[in-house]
């Protein structure tokens, strides 16, 4: 018995080798046709081998014949379809491929190897063997349930169509030459995100043909295009289509053949600078407005009023050369609004507008009222015209009237409120008030009269007057200035000052070392006394008169007495002066 089973251990292990190298051949052959009829042959034997292998165990030979048995349940991956990425991959990884199918069929001698010793032994997993091997059948179902094929993996969803954008916004002519037309336009108002914009086609025909050819051989991204290289006085349609992954975009077209030729000077409309702002004329008043232009060759020229032909009747207009004329008689408030001027040189043009406003005298207040009477004092209301002669109210002119007199004066003057309050009014008279509205043709014709009145009522007031107290003025002499001490020179004046105040006036009295000095008996002294100012002049004293001086005021309420000192200093000689003195 150990002598059978030592040849069948060696070939059972080599059968199965070739089916493990067949089963992953598959993946390889996809990059290689030739090599997939191959493997298809050789997978036929092994299905015919397993009832072979099945007939052993009647005889007794079943543990040792078990062992191939053992590849059956791996069948199932030989079939196992390539990834669809496979048919595309290079030859390195088909080469890889057989390297791991080498690999997986060593790795599968080892199990069958190991299965042998324990049939010879007559193990359970012989016993097990043994019924897969009479079962292959069976055998193979229970493999084919634990391990099946991988599914091939789910593709994500194609993407969305992309799709062309819309047409090209305002094509217009910017320029042109005797050889040339320069075009401008705005991008699509319409750009689908999945599919952007690569550029613009300027295509060009002649007018009445359809032979449309592009103008630019690349793509442009810019919305301004010269159209080069043509004839002069051949008329173009132009058109401008836009292009992205999703095709071209609807052509937009100008309307209006282009004519090939040369502008000599583009149109200019030279406004005056007082037309540049509101104009403002006065019902009746003449307007004569002349614009001057320029261009060639002669420019045509048009007006409109409001976007509408103007009124032959209302206004006329005289061209020349150089200048247009907006000329109308007598101006009425209909004749107000916005005038445009244009000048057309072929497809090119030049426009100005002038505003026009006829303005009148407004009409009076819509209404006016007396609120209140208070005291000296009237409040009064009103509301703003309902004409206001096609301009703003810039103020109100308030006016009141005395019922006696019947004359009117004016309270206010351009007041811009609506209500006012008129005081100072006298007591006892009766007053009516009107208004006049105003704007800057002036005060309005008419105006708006109160209803009624409003009487200043006279009150009765009894008046107590306050009894009159006398006040008592009288005041003791008082220095409110007194003497302060000087200095002089020899034979230079001086003065001694103060000033005092009293009621009665006091009398005053200068004293020279207690002895009172009499004006009249020496010229020496002068004494002055004007406002309170008490004045005592020394002419050209000498080294005598200085000493003690005291002034003396005295009413009959009292006496005070404020004093002073005079020093009187020699003079200071040069010495020859001195030996002149010394030698007298």
């Not at 042959?41 to 009832?51: D, I």
């Not at 810019?222 to 043509?230: A, D, F, L, P």
């Not at 002036?442 to 209803?451: F, Y």
Request: negative net charge; glycine residues 6%; aromatic residues 6%.
């Amino acid at each position: 018995m150990p002598a059978k089973p030592a040849p069948i251990k060696k070939a059972a292990p080599k059968e199965p080798a070739p089916k493990k190298e067949e089963a992953h051949a598959p993946a390889p052959a996809e990059a290689d046709p030739a090599e997939v009829a191959p493997p298809a042959e050789v997978e036929a034997p092994p299905a015919e081998a397993a009832p072979v292998e099945a007939a052993a165990p009647a005889e007794g030979e079943a543990p040792v014949e078990a062992a191939p048995a053992e590849p059956a349940p791996e069948e199932p991956k030989a079939p196992t379809p390539p990834p669809a990425d496979a048919a595309t991959a290079p030859a390195e990884l088909a080469a890889e491929g057989k390297e791991a199918a080498v690999l997986a069929a060593a790795d599968a001698e080892a199990p069958a190897e190991a299965a042998a010793p324990a049939a010879e032994e007559g193990t359970p997993a012989a016993d097990a063997a043994a019924e897969g091997a009479a079962h292959p059948d069976a055998a193979a179902a229970d493999a084919a349930s634990i391990e099946e094929p991988p599914k091939a993996p789910t593709l994500p969803p194609p993407p969305p169509p992309k799709e062309p954008t819309s047409e090209p916004l305002e094509v217009t002519v910017e320029d042109k030459s005797d050889t040339s037309v320069t075009i401008t336009w705005s991008p699509p108002k319409t750009i689908p995100d999945n599919s952007g914009l690569d550029g613009y086609t300027v295509e060009i025909t002649k007018e009445g043909t359809e032979d449309w050819k592009a103008a630019n051989e690349v793509l442009t991204i810019s919305c301004r295009y010269v159209i080069k290289n043509q004839t002069t006085g051949d008329r173009l349609l132009i058109r401008v289509v836009a292009v992205n992954p999703g095709g071209r975009s609807p052509p937009a077209t100008i309307t209006d053949p282009v004519l090939v030729k040369e502008v000599g000077a583009r149109p200019k409309v030279r406004l005056p600078r007082f037309l540049r702002q509101r104009y403002v004329k006065k019902v009746g008043e003449k307007i004569n407005l002349v614009i001057p232009f320029s261009g060639k060759p002669k420019p045509v020229i048009s007006w409109l009023k409001d976007g509408e032909p103007l009124d032959p009747k209302r206004a006329n207009v005289r061209t020349s050369d150089r200048d247009s004329i907006l000329f109308i008689r007598q101006a009425e408030r209909a004749d107000s609004g916005s005038y445009e001027m244009c000048v057309k040189v072929d497809d090119f043009e030049d426009k100005a507008a002038i505003i026009i406003q006829i303005i009148e005298l407004p009409g009076p207040p819509a209404s006016i009222k007396i609120v209140d009477v208070w005291g000296f004092n009237v409040a009064l209301e009103w509301t703003v015209p309902k004409d206001n002669g096609n301009t703003e109210i810039t103020g109100y002119t308030v006016q009141k009237a005395d019922k006696k007199t019947g004359d009117w004066f004016n309270i206010l003057e351009h007041y811009a409120r609506l209500n006012a309050t008129i005081s100072d009014l006298i007591m006892g008279n009766t007053y009516t008030f009107r208004i006049f509205a105003e704007n800057k043709c002036g005060l309005s014709e008419e105006c708006a009269v109160t209803k009624g009145e409003a009487t200043i009522v006279k009150e009765v007031i009894d008046y107590k007057p306050t009894p009159f107290v006398e006040r008592d003025f009288t005041e003791a002499p008082k220095f409110t200035t007194v003497l302060n001490d000087r200095s002089t020179t020899v034979g230079y004046s001086t003065k001694l000052l103060c000033s005092v105040r009293g009621c009665p006036k006091p009398k005053i009295v200068w004293m020279k070392n207690k002895m009172i000095l009499n004006n009249m008996d020496n010229p020496k002294y002068r004494m002055i006394s004007t406002g309170g100012i008490c004045t005592l002049e020394i002419r050209k004293p000498g080294p005598y008169d200085g000493g003690e001086y005291v002034c003396r005021a005295e009413n009959t309420l009292g006496k005070v007495d404020t004093g002073c000192k005079l020093e009187v200093k020699k003079p200071v000689y040069a010495d020859a002066d001195k030996d002149k003195e010394e030698e007298e």
